[in-house]
């Protein structure tokens, strides 16, 4: 079965750090760009991160840039998110998806960690 | 890095149709062909209904469909269905290299 399932989420204070974990089974992980979308709670989908199949191409979105890192390791079929800097305004649930092939769209998406940065 | 506009919400009988818009600018929606629409029921994963702008993957129905013109897409849904209900999410690719999603459209079934 084609899935990928995140791990690492918590309740960190703000300042904190936090790393999540993505493992992907049932394709070629190595083939494929990897995204990290999170969800506030209550609240719409946001785009946080992108990584091509080979690391060679890395974004983040303005919220994130200079505190988050992405990462992947192809022989572990991993797909990392470092957060450094918590703030209140991360807390949200954190989804890896998988591209589609079709450039711009997520097709094999987790069932999602929560993060919950407090005091 | 602003949320494409959607309407927050619309509504419909079975059978009926609702179409859902998704406005942005000529960096987002209007540069490209990469926009796509997603499902998310409460509680869920969001799910990819629509990829470049009017193709479904395998098994979605043909009851999705998907157009745009110049800085506005749609999502279609004919034939209206209790199953339908969820929260619907449009997004693009940008001119920068990002993604932006829609604030999101909650769809209900009268």
């Known amino acids: 079965e084609v899935q990928v399932v995140e791990s690492g989420g918590g309740l960190v204070k703000p300042g904190g750090s936090l790393r999540l974990s993505c493992a992907a089974s049932?394709?070629?992980?190595?083939?494929?760009?990897m995204y990290w979308v999170r969800q506030a709670p209550g609240k719409g989908l946001e785009w946080v991160s992108s990584?091509?199949?080979?690391?060679?191409?890395?974004f983040y979105a303005d919220s994130v840039k200079g505190r988050f890192s992405i990462s992947r390791d192809n022989a572990r079929n991993s797909l990392y998110l470092q957060m450094n800097s918590l703030r209140a305004e991360d807390t949200a649930v954190f989804y890896c998806?998988?591209?589609?092939?079709?450039?711009?769209?997520?097709?094999?998406w987790g069932q999602g960690t929560m993060v919950t940065v407090s005091s | 890095q602003s949320a494409l506009t959607q309407p927050p919400s619309v509504s419909g009988s079975p059978g009926q149709s609702v179409t859902i818009s998704c406005t942005g600018t000529?960096?987002?929606?209007?540069?490209?062909?990469?926009v796509s629409w997603y499902q998310q029921p409460p509680g869920t994963a969001p799910k990819l209904m629509i990829y470049?702008?009017?193709n479904r993957p395998s098994g979605v129905p043909d009851r999705f469909s998907g157009s745009k013109s110049g800085n506005t897409a749609s999502l279609t849904i004919s034939g209206l269905r209790a199953e339908d209900e969820a929260d619907y999410y449009c997004?693009?690719?940008?001119?920068?290299?990002?993604?932006?999603f829609g604030i999101g459209t909650k769809v209900t079934v009268l």
């Open positions: 997004s693009s690719h940008t001119s920068t290299s990002t993604y932006v």
């Open positions: 049932g394709f070629t992980f190595s083939s494929y760009d």
């Open positions: 470049e702008v009017s």
């Open positions: 990584i091509s199949s080979d690391s060679t191409y890395i």
């Open positions: 998806a998988r591209s589609s092939g079709h450039l711009g769209s997520f097709d094999i």
């Open positions: 000529s960096s987002d929606v209007g540069s490209n062909n990469r």
